[in-house]
C-alpha cells in the first residue's frame, strides 16, 4: 500500500563553483561542501517534510512553519533542537492552475494525470529553492534558533527526493510514449533504456547541487537524496508488471554517483514492500520501514520489528492529521502511534538506529498551536521521544560541522 522549472548560464555558474575532482565526468565535480566532508552526514531523526503539489495546504514550508521542527520549547520553557534531517520530497502535482496533473511516481494517479517529464522536474526544484520557502525557510529557521540557543551541534541535514523515472507517460498504458521526459544534450531520452533513465536522475542531482549552492547557506547541509518509489521491482516478480516499473538495475549506478560525491543515498517502503530485505544490494545508505500500523491495525508490530531486525534496516514513524483531537477517533490514532514508540524501544531499535518521521503534510505544526490540552500532552511526548533519542550523542559531529 502506497501512502500518500537549465540555461548556458546556470551551466556555466554551476562549472565556476566546482572544484577540479571528477568522478565519473564533467558533471561530477565536486562543490567544496562535498570534497570537504570528511563522512557521509547522516541523521539520527529525519521529518518527512511534503511540498510541491498545488492541493498542499498550506502550500509553502517558511520560516514560520519551519519553526516547530527545527526546536521544541518544553513545559518548564526550555528550549531544545529537535530533527536534525529534513527530508524534501513530494509523490504528485494536482489543482495546478494550469488543471493538468502530474505523479513523480509509478502508481500515483493511476486514472488521472501524467507522469512528470524534465519541465516538471525542473519546476518542483525551483519549488524547493524559492526564496524563504523550504531550503531556504530552514535556513533561516535556523538561523533564528542560533541566535537564541547558539550554534546548532552540526548543520541541519537536508535531504532531497529524486523522482521516479516512469518508464511510460501513464506507468500502466504500454501504448503511451516513453520519450515524453525531454531532452538532454540535444537528444530526446527514451525511458525504455535504463542508460536514458539513469541520465535523468543525474541530471536532477546535478540541479539540485547546483541551486544548493547558488543559495550560499550557512546553517544546512545538503546531505544526501531520498529514493521517491517505495517498492523496487525485480525480475522474480512474475505476479507484477516488471517490464513497467523496473527499478533494480538503475538504483546502483544512482548510488555510486551519489556516493562519489559524498551523498547517502536513502529509501522509505512501505510494508513488506518488494526489495525492502535486499536494500544492500541496491547500495542504500539508510532505509527505514513504514509499518503501516497506523492505518491498519491488523498488521503486527511484533511481525514489523521482528522483520526491521532481520533485515537490518531502520522505522518510519507514521502519523497525520487523525491524530489531533478533533478528528473523530483520534484516539485510537494515538494509541496506534504509541505502539509505534512502545515496540521500537522493545526491539532495540530506538536509540541504535536512525529514524524518519512521517507526519502528513503539517500534523505537527498543528499540534504544536493547538490549544486543545490532549493535543499538547501528545505533541510533549512526541518532542520528548526525538529529543531523548540516545543515538544523537553517538552520531554528533559526522559529516559537515
Same mark, same amino acid.
Given at each position: 500500500?502506497?501512502?500518500?522549472?537549465?540555461?548556458?548560464?546556470?551551466?556555466?555558474?554551476?562549472?565556476?563553483?566546482?572544484?577540479?575532482?571528477?568522478?565519473?565526468?564533467?558533471?561530477?565535480?565536486?562543490?567544496?561542501?562535498?570534497?570537504?566532508?570528511?563522512?557521509?552526514?547522516?541523521?539520527?531523526?529525519?521529518?518527512?517534510?511534503?511540498?510541491?503539489?498545488?492541493?498542499?495546504?498550506?502550500?509553502?514550508?517558511?520560516?514560520?512553519?519551519?519553526?516547530?521542527?527545527?526546536?521544541?520549547?518544553?513545559?518548564?520553557?526550555?528550549?531544545?533542537?529537535?530533527?536534525?534531517?529534513?527530508?524534501?520530497?513530494?509523490?504528485?502535482?494536482?489543482?495546478?492552475?494550469?488543471?493538468?496533473?502530474?505523479?513523480?511516481?509509478?502508481?500515483?494517479?493511476? @486514472?488521472?494525470?501524467?507522469? &512528470?517529464?524534465?519541465?516538471?522536474?525542473?519546476?518542483?526544484?525551483?519549488?524547493? $529553492? *524559492? +526564496? !524563504? /520557502?523550504?531550503?531556504?525557510?530552514?535556513?533561516?529557521?535556523?538561523?533564528?534558533?542560533?541566535?537564541?540557543?547558539?550554534?546548532?551541534?552540526?548543520?541541519?541535514?537536508?535531504?532531497?527526493?529524486?523522482?521516479?523515472?516512469?518508464?511510460?507517460?501513464?506507468?500502466?498504458?504500454?501504448?503511451?510514449?516513453?520519450?515524453?521526459?525531454?531532452?538532454?544534450?540535444?537528444?530526446?531520452?527514451?525511458?525504455?533504456? @535504463?542508460?536514458?533513465?539513469? &541520465?535523468?536522475?543525474?541530471?536532477?542531482?546535478?540541479?539540485?547541487?547546483?541551486? $544548493? *549552492? +547558488? !543559495? /550560499?547557506?550557512?546553517?544546512?547541509?545538503?546531505?544526501?537524496?531520498?529514493?521517491?518509489?517505495?517498492?523496487?521491482?525485480?525480475?522474480?516478480?512474475?505476479?507484477?508488471?516488471?517490464?513497467?516499473?523496473?527499478?533494480?538495475?538503475?538504483?546502483?549506478?544512482?548510488?555510486?554517483?551519489?556516493?562519489?560525491?559524498?551523498?547517502?543515498?536513502?529509501?522509505?517502503?512501505?510494508?513488506?514492500?518488494?526489495?525492502?530485505?535486499?536494500?544492500?544490494?541496491?547500495?542504500?545508505?539508510?532505509?527505514?520501514?513504514?509499518?503501516?500500523?497506523?492505518?491498519?491495525?491488523?498488521?503486527?508490530?511484533?511481525?514489523?520489528?521482528?522483520?526491521?531486525?532481520?533485515?537490518?534496516?531502520?522505522?518510519?514513524?507514521?502519523?497525520?492529521?487523525?491524530?489531533?483531537?478533533?478528528?473523530?477517533?483520534?484516539?485510537?490514532?494515538?494509541?496506534?502511534?504509541?505502539?509505534?514508540?512502545?515496540?521500537?524501544?522493545?526491539?532495540?531499535?530506538?536509540?541504535?538506529?536512525?529514524?524518519?518521521?512521517?507526519?502528513?503534510?503539517?500534523?505537527?505544526?498543528?499540534?504544536?498551536?493547538?490549544?486543545?490540552?490532549?493535543?499538547?500532552?501528545?505533541?510533549?511526548?512526541?518532542?520528548?521521544?526525538?529529543?531523548?533519542?540516545?543515538?544523537?550523542?553517538?552520531?554528533?559531529?559526522?559529516?559537515?560541522?
Amino acid at each position: 500500500m502506497t501512502r500518500r522549472f537549465f540555461s548556458v548560464a546556470i551551466i556555466a555558474a554551476a562549472i565556476a563553483g566546482f572544484t577540479g575532482f571528477s568522478c565519473t565526468g564533467p558533471q561530477s565535480r565536486m562543490y567544496p561542501w562535498e570534497k570537504n566532508r570528511k563522512s557521509l552526514a547522516t541523521t539520527t531523526d529525519a521529518v518527512l517534510c511534503y511540498g510541491g503539489s498545488h492541493h498542499r495546504n498550506p502550500f509553502l514550508w517558511d520560516k514560520e512553519r519551519f519553526a516547530p521542527y527545527v526546536t521544541y520549547v518544553d513545559q518548564e520553557g526550555k528550549e531544545q533542537w529537535l530533527f536534525d534531517g529534513f527530508i524534501f520530497l513530494e509523490s504528485q502535482d494536482v489543482d495546478r492552475p494550469d488543471s493538468a496533473a502530474y505523479t513523480y511516481m509509478t502508481g500515483v494517479l493511476l @486514472n488521472t494525470g501524467v507522469a &512528470a517529464g524534465k519541465e516538471q522536474w525542473q519546476e518542483l526544484i525551483d519549488y524547493y $529553492f *524559492a +526564496e !524563504g /520557502n523550504c531550503v531556504d525557510g530552514l535556513e533561516e529557521a535556523v538561523k533564528a534558533a542560533e541566535s537564541r540557543l547558539g550554534k546548532a551541534p552540526q548543520k541541519r541535514r537536508v535531504i532531497m527526493m529524486i523522482p521516479d523515472p516512469v518508464i511510460y507517460h501513464h506507468y500502466i498504458d504500454t501504448t503511451t510514449t516513453t520519450t515524453y521526459w525531454g531532452a538532454l544534450d540535444g537528444r530526446q531520452l527514451d525511458f525504455r533504456k @535504463n542508460e536514458d533513465r539513469i &541520465a535523468a536522475c543525474k541530471w536532477y542531482i546535478d540541479q539540485v547541487r547546483a541551486k $544548493f *549552492a +547558488e !543559495g /550560499n547557506y550557512e546553517h544546512v547541509d545538503l546531505a544526501g537524496f531520498y529514493w521517491l518509489r517505495e517498492a523496487i521491482a525485480q525480475p522474480q516478480d512474475t505476479a507484477y508488471s516488471y517490464h513497467l516499473t523496473r527499478s533494480d538495475i538503475m538504483l546502483p549506478h544512482i548510488a555510486e554517483y551519489l556516493h562519489g560525491l559524498n551523498y547517502t543515498f536513502n529509501w522509505i517502503p512501505y510494508n513488506d514492500a518488494r526489495g525492502y530485505a535486499d536494500w544492500r544490494k541496491f547500495d542504500f545508505d539508510q532505509v527505514y520501514m513504514q509499518p503501516n500500523h497506523y492505518w491498519k491495525p491488523e498488521i503486527s508490530m511484533d511481525t514489523v520489528c521482528t522483520m526491521i531486525n532481520r533485515a537490518g534496516t531502520s522505522m518510519e514513524f507514521e502519523f497525520e492529521a487523525s491524530i489531533l483531537k478533533a478528528w473523530p477517533g483520534s484516539d485510537v490514532y494515538r494509541a496506534r502511534f504509541r505502539d509505534y514508540m512502545k515496540y521500537a524501544r522493545q526491539y532495540g531499535i530506538y536509540g541504535k538506529r536512525p529514524l524518519a518521521y512521517y507526519q502528513g503534510s503539517n500534523a505537527l505544526y498543528n499540534l504544536s498551536v493547538s490549544s486543545d490540552e490532549t493535543d499538547k500532552e501528545f505533541f510533549h511526548e512526541f518532542c520528548r521521544f526525538v529529543i531523548g533519542n540516545p543515538l544523537r550523542s553517538q552520531q554528533s559531529g559526522n559529516g559537515n560541522k
